[in-house]
């Protein structure tokens, strides 16, 4: 093998998405999975500096709408994560410490696996009126759940999310929320990330423990595989019933609070992010978020032309300085830099030779679409400002397109059955909304589940369910799932 | 008891340090300690934001010289954090998962204490050659102590702090870097927070579990104790050797890598903060880091008054949109608001009633020494960014007035037992530099203890030890502390 194919991506993102999505982890250094606790991975630096760029953009839209950070114990007394009766659904999925030093403790403390059962107490002591409301609170977060199989930034025994949990006196109030948490997930996941999906609202028996309704948005891997990366609850009364959050309201009557909690999937924000935008080269991120914005190669064949190259390179990168810039002056030669570059989505390329410093230009290289441009010295700043727009505008309308035509439409089991094995993504049809029609169709097609109505537009069913023939009630989205 | 004493600090900085910081703690919002688990604390947004800030002003002076942020596991084998044989030390204070769900896990697993043994297995796999050093990489995270006796954001069983680690190639690089590291605490806790801190080497009894030697920032709280704030270890060589972390040197020998740790206290910053700038009424938060850096209080008596009153109110706030402005337009009476964010720290109040108005300037408030200045309107942006640096000024004279006063000299037993009951703070001895002699003036002085010789600058001691009058073999500075 050469060197070369040692050291790039060899499989191919539309051949193999596993192998290729496991290699850009292992080889563009996002994680480590030789951590030697199962299911535990290390985040490293190219990956988390990402992660952080994610969370602080949701943090700015979090703030922007009245939420304020705060941040609540990672340890849940067991009492508590029991309270809500279907809550208690992740207790087979929660760590457990009993002990401290050689010392038993007299109870068993919960890592929090989602901090419903940590907040909710607090709510409940710091509501007492009307004028206490809305309380709207968010933190950024590590949770922990004893998952069984894992893969990183896709489903872990530990992993990076954000959660906002918001009290209201009125229901209307809550629903209000939710729209607002989708307008949340749009500005940051459409806008700024480039990433594809729709808000569904699941069906009931899909709904989050402890919910009356949950919404979520899906985008579509590569694979085909829809994966959540947010989801909104409308948690009703039961948890402020649960743990008595209550407030006098105006006319002085003791009133149960409406709440609402909405969890963007840092995470899988993230492995959408790599999956979606990558391609066989490797990464490719957004330049705002990219830990280097602009790399820059010199490229020089004597030792005058070094020193005059080397110095344009430093003069170019001081005219950069509101970006993040590298000068990459390793021994490597420039094909090696430029392919390590490429593979790691560095969103810009800069290539300095000695032509470049006689005719005061750099050549500017652009990743997504390996499109090169000569640009003058003097506008190269203004240059990468609107190279980056483009560049984002080009990843959306990329990511858009195949998302698109990752979404088909089945009239009969047949076509349905069809369909499946030759188009990935998902499947819209009617559909009967039976639960016990959801599991059989799941179990005979090996997988696809119903993912739910759409949230932000009703669409009238017509006819009969695709699957069992009876009458439909809803038009659903079918999709095998991460 | 009036209403206003309810609402406000009653305790006085200066006569009961103790309760002032409790009562402080409380009204201000900074966090609630009816968390339902003894030692975890809930972080409350007036506290949290500011944490936040703190964490990100570090995290930026890290990135600066060359630390990449990174994230590793909260859990770590028993066996690894017993590898290095003084770090076991830690051991008694840590939790262990032990369970998952009704399962038992086949060993036991930490949560990090600290994560020198969640960190150095991976350097030993990262680390190879000469070429990958040096490593410099940082985590924000909250960190698990069974500790017995717990006080918010000074000491408890979690709590937030940054943790770099870096790796060399020699021994000179690492001390390089505790300069840089001291260079870092200067920046961020003297020039941004106005903190004032004297750098020790501590005694060698003193250290790090697992350091070869500890240099460590202390500053001075009010009621006189020291408080240990940031602190950088010279790790040696005696971590590379349990974890095996190896490099090929230029010329083709193995090498033990040489370590340094690096751990700025953010908790007990923001303790430190509170305690020190704050003052009988409560909080002062310096400019760049308090959650709202300009109320704004609207006064009016009469109808047409407040519609042109609140309309001047919106026109400034908008003005001011680069700050973090509130408008406080509640039904409280303007004095309540005046007792409310004086109470709470933000710098600059805004009064605008209709003399303002009809004027076009406003009245601006500064907390730190409750001045009062008119101020045109068109000039406010300017006036305000001018003002938060005099405060910023003005805070850090003020504290460093204090903190010097709170350093005095003993040449004699005499002098030292009757200096510790007079004044508070450091007392500079000539000291033998023994343990035995460190633990006797310990015990028989209630609990002075040896803080350490100055980390930048050489004293040169002269005479007898002012405790035992042998040899004096070091200047050396006594408090008691947290």
Avoid at 169 to 187: G, P, T, V
Avoid at 284 to 291: A, G, K, L
Avoid at 380 to 405: D, G, Q
């Amino acid at each position: 093998m050469k060197r070369e194919e040692l050291l790039g991506i060899r499989y191919k993102k539309s051949e193999n998405f596993s192998e290729w999505f496991s290699e850009v982890v292992e080889k563009c250094g996002l994680a480590d999975i030789r951590y030697p606790v199962q299911g535990f991975i290390v985040h490293r630096p190219w990956s988390f500096f990402v992660i952080r760029k994610i969370i602080q953009a949701f943090e700015e839209e979090l703030e922007k709408r009245g939420h304020e950070v705060a941040l609540f114990p990672l340890v849940i007394p067991e009492e508590n994560l029991v309270k809500e009766e279907e809550h208690t659904g992740f207790k087979p999925q929660v760590f457990f410490i009993t002990e401290a030093g050689e010392r038993k403790l007299s109870r068993r403390l919960a890592l929090r696996p989602t901090s419903e059962t940590a907040i909710y107490p607090m709510f409940s002591l710091w509501i007492q009126s009307y004028t206490d409301l809305p309380l709207k609170i968010y933190q950024s977060v590590t949770v922990y759940r004893y998952e069984h199989v894992t893969r990183p930034f896709i489903r872990g025994r530990e992993f990076i999310f954000i959660e906002a949990h918001d009290a209201f006196r009125e229901h209307e109030d809550a629903l209000k929320q939710i729209r607002e948490d989708m307008e949340i997930s749009r500005e940051v996941i459409t806008n700024k990330l480039a990433i594809p999906f729709i808000y569904f609202k699941r069906p009931h028996w899909d709904k989050f423990k402890g919910a009356e309704d949950t919404y979520a948005a899906d985008t579509i891997m590569p694979d085909g595989r829809s994966l959540q990366i947010a989801s909104t609850h409308d948690l009703g009364q039961r948890f402020s019933k649960a743990f008595d959050i209550k407030f006098v309201d105006r006319n002085g009557e003791w009133k149960y609070v409406w709440q609402t909690c909405y969890g963007p999937g840092v995470w899988r924000i993230f492995a959408a992010l790599v999956s979606i935008h990558g391609d066989d080269k490797g990464l490719i991120y957004p330049f705002e978020f990219s830990p280097i914005q602009v790399v820059i190669i010199p490229i020089f064949y004597s030792e005058d032309e070094k020193e005059k190259v080397l110095r344009k390179c430093s003069n170019i990168a001081r005219k950069l300085k509101e970006f993040r810039v590298k000068i990459d002056d390793s021994e490597k030669t420039p094909g090696e830099k430029f392919n390590h570059w490429e593979m790691l989505g560095v969103p810009f390329r800069l290539e300095i030779g000695i032509n470049e410093v006689d005719g005061n230009f750099v050549t500017v290289f652009r990743r997504d679409n390996f499109s090169k441009i000569k640009v003058e010295d003097d506008k190269l700043v203004e240059s990468i400002l609107a190279l980056s727009k483009e560049m984002l505008e080009n990843l959306r309308r990329r990511a858009e397109e195949v998302f698109r035509s990752m979404i088909s439409e089945a009239h009969s089991k047949e076509e349905l059955l069809k369909l499946m094995n030759e188009k990935r993504g998902f499947i819209r049809v009617n559909f009967c909304n039976e639960e016990e029609c959801a599991r059989k169709l799941k179990e005979e097609t090996n997988g696809l589940e119903v993912k739910g109505t759409l949230a932000d537009k009703v669409e009238e069913p017509s006819g009969k369910c695709v699957w069992c023939g009876k009458k439909a009630k809803a038009v659903v989205y079918l999709a095998k799932s991460y």
